[in-house]
Antibody, heavy 120, light 106 residues
């Protein structure tokens, strides 16, 4: 059964860079049938799509975050990563990684999520 | 940018049918999917491609999408269905989520 696990610092200072990694187990990130995505959820608020990456390295980003986001993939480690620069308190959220079907636009499954707090 | 609108809350009695709507411009021309999120948990896909159920999702969950509105229907609602439900669609290579609907089973 495919599982995704987010990892990275839980606390980031304002103006610094948020870096997270999603490790995929039980399946290959190099499958042509799937994309891999990051979604975040500020405490008590709605879901916000950050971006998606294909195993080839092709990326799609939320226009509202595009200038600050980089998503990359490491097929040798079966991982993909998120970098968000110049963070502020507004970037405090639970960050989820998830698999997206290439046949459509749905995400399944999701990782358990990791809370990242931006604070000095 | 594309927007999806959901009612903030819906209430239903146990055993009754709950309907949660999701509105967007010409949403019926796109595929919609739905997620269930319980407190402290990750979202779980319950409907994809408008009306398909992933394996393991009970038959009481169904979906439709036409015109400007997608609808998630839960028949014979159970207490365990109490959760926040999010719709999601894809527009111009961008993933869009609705604001979420809190389903309360009274």
């Amino acid at each position: 059964q495919l599982q995704l696990q987010e990892s990275g610092p839980g606390l980031v200072k304002p103006s610094e860079t948020l870096s997270l990694t999603c490790t995929v187990s039980g399946g290959s990130i190099s499958s042509s049938n799937y994309y891999w995505g990051w979604i975040r959820q500020p405490p008590g608020k709605e879901l916000e799509w950050i971006g998606t990456v294909y195993y080839s390295g092709s990326t799609y980003y939320n226009p509202s975050l595009k200038s600050r986001v980089t998503i990359s993939v490491d097929t040798s480690k079966n991982q993909f990563s998120l970098k968000l620069i110049s963070v502020t308190a507004a970037d405090t959220a639970v960050y989820y990684c998830a698999r997206r079907s290439a046949a459509g636009n749905w995400f399944d499954p999701w990782g358990q999520g990791t809370l990242v707090t931006v604070s000095s | 940018s594309y927007e999806l609108t959901q009612p903030p809350s819906v209430s239903v009695s146990p055993g009754q049918t709950a309907s949660i709507t999701c509105s967007g411009d010409k949403l019926g021309d796109k595929y919609a999917c739905w997620y269930q999120q319980k407190p402290g948990q990750s979202p779980v896909l319950v409907i994809y491609q408008n009306n398909k159920r992933p394996s393991g999702i009970p038959e009481r969950f169904s979906g439709s999408n036409s015109g400007n509105t997608a609808t998630l229907t839960i028949s014979g609602t159970q207490a365990m269905d109490e959760a926040v439900y999010y719709c999601q669609a894809w527009d111009s290579s961008t993933v869009v989520f609705g604001g979420g609907t809190k389903l309360t089973v009274l």
